[in-house]
């Protein structure tokens, strides 16, 4: 895998990626998606989600704070996606803990072909049809082995399906990676997991292997946490740090940093 020439043809090509996304973290998606070297752009009114949508490159659609509205908003947006033939990635937070995250994002993954399924353990869990415990939106509980649930869910959705947590796992169902770059004060910052969306979606954007844009998403994002945390004092510093060093990004720290384990 080539995580430095992925991320060459983000800042060479600069996809535009289209967010219907969280209202508590959309100023950072914005500022990531710009650090990484794509432009941003958050149109959720569905008056104009299918016209934004044709200019995109991918379509980012995050249900942190969503409303009836929001997700009429997204499936339209995502069937636009859909004939435009752009990847679509839906990241399921807060799945499980209540019935109306659950519901609504089944129902777009009914109504969209999604490219890329991005949650945490319990969100995937609890949209693979297992036993699992969501907090809010943390991840307390899955019953089963998660590369198995990951694996199962992917060929049942055919889509890529992307665990986020201390290790992220990475599957279409038939590849699976485990990407262990990243550190825990990339926890103690809240947005991090909707950046890491937003990043994949640029990524995404550029190369349509999900399962390969997913991983080397993940790792550059893990590996600008882990640079930003040789730097920091505590998280105030650490976050500032972190978009210095998801903008700085070079193939030497790439290459001698990227933590990305094929195990199937």
């Not at 996304?21 to 794509?38: E, F, H, L, Q, S």
């Not at 941003?40 to 995050?62: C, D, F, G, R, W």
């Amino acid at each position: 895998m080539n995580i430095v020439e992925i991320l060459e043809k983000i800042k060479e090509q600069k996809p535009l990626i289209h967010h219907i996304t969280n209202w508590v973290t959309i100023y950072d998606c914005a500022n990531i998606v710009r650090a990484i070297g794509a432009l941003p752009v958050m149109a959720h009114a569905k008056e104009e989600v299918e016209q934004m949508t044709s200019i995109a490159n991918a379509l980012v659609l995050n249900i942190g704070t969503l409303t009836v509205d929001l997700i009429e908003s997204m499936v339209l947006a995502g069937k636009k996606a859909n004939k435009k033939n752009i990847p679509v990635i839906l990241d399921s937070v807060g799945v499980g803990a209540t019935d109306l995250r659950t519901n609504k994002a089944k129902e777009i993954l009914e109504e969209v072909k999604v490219s890329i399924l991005k949650g945490n353990s319990s969100e995937i869990g609890t949209l693979a049809g297992v036993e699992s415990e969501t907090k809010g939106v943390e991840a307390m509980s899955v019953k089963g082995n998660l590369i198995e649930i990951a694996e199962k869910l992917a060929n049942n959705r055919k889509l890529t399906v992307v665990i986020t947590g201390e290790e992220d796992i990475i599957s279409n169902g038939e590849d699976v990676y485990i990407c262990k770059n990243g550190h825990w004060m990339m926890s103690k910052i809240v947005g991090t997991g909707c950046m890491a969306t937003s990043v994949i979606g640029a990524f995404a954007a550029v190369e349509r292997n999900y399962t390969l844009a997913s991983s080397a998403a993940l790792s550059c994002f893990g590996i600008a946490g882990e640079l930003a945390a040789e730097k920091s004092k505590s998280i105030g510093t650490y976050k500032v740090n972190f978009f210095d060093e998801i903008f700085n990004l070079d193939k030497v720290s790439i290459e001698k940093m990227q933590k990305i384990e094929k195990i199937k």
